[in-house]
């Protein structure tokens, strides 16, 4: 197992711990969790190191937590002495690391006695109670600091950069930032001055009320840009994840349609019949989903009339390999009557797909105030309307039957050579 | 009259390549372009009788030469050639000056017809586009004011509507002809007016048709 024992020289490089725990395998060394981590990744990783699943670790950790809070004390110190299964540094290890941070660290000592003593001169009530707590989240801070991963770091940075007054300004900006700065400063200076000549005095409140408002002001002056820079950011970003989804709807669709249809295309290149269905029946999909995307977009919703007769459409040139046009003029939603109708159209369709031989079928629908009517035409050969075979005689029957029932009327009109229509008419019964 | 002089303006060599061997024999092909700039360019040098113009193109499309050439040249008709047929690229086309609109699908002899009839100073009405028509055209959801309505160009004649309806219906002028018992030439005439209206009314859903088309 000497794998297991080398030390990777780089952060990212060390895969050889499983991300999660393998049941009743045991996998050394004992690093921290990453993908399983709910806090620090301590009971994640001891899970993995054991080979056991990671609630029974977790559980056995809140029990010793229990006991005076041994279990946390050891959960804390784990935490700080063991590097995370991605990285080769634990956060003890940083934080008694080289010290290329003093210079900071410096700094920010500076600033602090600076502000204490300002607020000293300013007669700010009681500083020690000010400076423990300044005292111990500036420790923090160093500490934060010191403990982070470079990637954290950098996180870190971009975040102390888009803070005020310590962010560092653009190049552009850099004259607002100081006007910014010493407007508030001066604001800030103005209302603790009010605050402290009325402070305590509840009679005058009103005034020390003026000097809170003038105080929160300054406040606001300082902090505004940075407030209104943080949520432009964010529409920003919502701005560009909607146009990253778009653009992934689009890829996906084309994806899911038009490829898939080339590649049948390309498949069946032989057969002429079934490419040009498939063409077809890709062309008029896209043609939908382009010019459209309520109809694409919704098929189970689109319950109208013309939404019918483009299904209509769709498989009577699927089915029989014919091209049908269709035309339609205005729209209503869909009833009985409206269905019946369809159905009747489709027949007729179907009929004329079946027996004219033409290769276009022109459908035409159009919806008026007071009736609907279909037209279905071919322009193929034809036949005697008085002298209809049998076998075809029950077709235009059930044609004339579903229409008739719903109080509309039909007209077939077609002689030999010269094609067939058939006009289906309801009238709308308000 | 002889063969008529023919221009092709698309951006697609495939395209361009499909039509001529379509076409030839039939007709004269007297140039081709593939961008705006040189097609409006080329035509007013050549003044061919009938130019197919694509609707899809870079920089502006059919609409931006329709515009280039900004009526210099009336005796040159345009026939506009699309894949599409959706409502806003047939109506702009038409209103920026297009005498006809077909669909990339057409077959060679319609195709072929269409031209001639461009030529002849026709209109030519797809049944898509007759449809297209007669819903902006419809008397339903009118949203014009009593007072701005313009009889002679906002609203269709009763017998403009039949022959729409025809033709929507699939049937070619000839037939529209024998079904209304009125002679071809009648036909035309109607057509020719109703493609006077589509270029020229103020109707609300036609403007609106054509204003979305700007934004592509």
Sequence with gaps: MSAYRHRPERSDVNTT????????????????????????????????????????VRVLFSLTALVAGLGLLLYVVLWLCLPRADESEAIAQRLLGPRRQLRRVLVGLVAIIVLGLLLQALGAPSLGAFTLPIWLSLVGAVGVWRGASPDERRHLEELAKSTPLAGVPGKRSKRSFYLRVILGAILVFAGLRILRHFGGAWYVASPALVGTLILLAGVAVGLAPWWLTTLS?????????????ERANVAAHLHDSVLQTLTLIERAAGDAEAVTRLARNQERE????????????????????????????????????????????????????????????????????????????????????????????????????????????????????????????????????????????????? | MGQPRVFLVDDHELIRAGIRSELAGSVEIVGEADEVAAAAEMILERTPDVVLLDVHMPDGGGVAVLRALNGRCPEVR?????????????????????????????????????????????????????????????????????????????????????VLRLIARGYSYRDVATELAISPKTVESHVSSVLRKLQLSNRHQLSNWASERHLF
């Excluded at chain 1, 529409?235 to 560009?240: A, F, L, M, T, Y």
């Excluded at chain 2, 109506?91 to 017809?113: E, W």
Aim: aromatic content about 6%.
């Design chain 1, 233 to 245: 950011d964010l529409s920003g970003e919502r701005r560009e994840r909607v146009r990253v989804e």
């Design chain 2, 78 to 162: 345009v026939l506009a050639l699309s894949v599409s047929d959706a409502a806003e690229d047939v109506i702009a086309v038409i209103r920026a000056g297009a005498r006809g609109y077909v669909t990339k699908n057409i077959s060679g002899p319609d195709l072929l017809d269409a031209i001639y009839r461009v030529a002849a100073g026709d209109a030519v009405f797809s049944p898509r586009l007759a449809g297209f028509v007669l819903d902006a055209f419809s008397l339903e959801g009118t949203h014009l004011e009593a007072a701005d309505v313009d009889p002679d160009l906002d609203l269709l004649t009763p017998r403009e509507r039949q």
């Design chain 1, 17 to 56: 711990t499983p991300p999660r725990p393998v049941i009743g395998t045991p996998h050394r060394p004992y690093r921290r969790g990453v993908e399983n981590a709910i806090l620090g990744g301590v009971c994640g990783g001891l899970a993995i190191r054991l080979g056991v699943r990671e609630r029974t």
């Design chain 1, 286 to 430: 896209l043609r939908a989903w382009l010019f459209d995307p309520a109809h694409a977009s919704s098929p189970e919703q689109a319950r109208t009339y013309v939404a019918q007769l483009r299904e209509m459409e769709a498989q009577v040139e699927n089915d029989w390999g014919v091209k049908v046009e269709l035309v339609t003029v205005g729209d209503l939603e869909l009833n009985d009557n409206i269905a019946a109708l369809v159905a009747a159209g489709r027949e007729a369709a179907i009929n004329a797909a079946q027996w004219s031989g033409a290769p276009t079928v022109s459908i035409y629908a159009e919806v008026e105030p007071v009736a609907v009517s279909l037209f279905v035409r071919d322009q193929g050969r034809g036949f005697d309307v008085d002298a209809v075979p049998a076998d075809r005689r029950g077709i235009e029957l059930s044609i004339r039957q579903r229409v008739e029932q719903h109080g509309g009327r039909v007209t077939i009109k077609s002689s030999p050579g010269k094609g067939t229509e058939v006009e289906l008419f309801l009238p709308r019964t308000p």
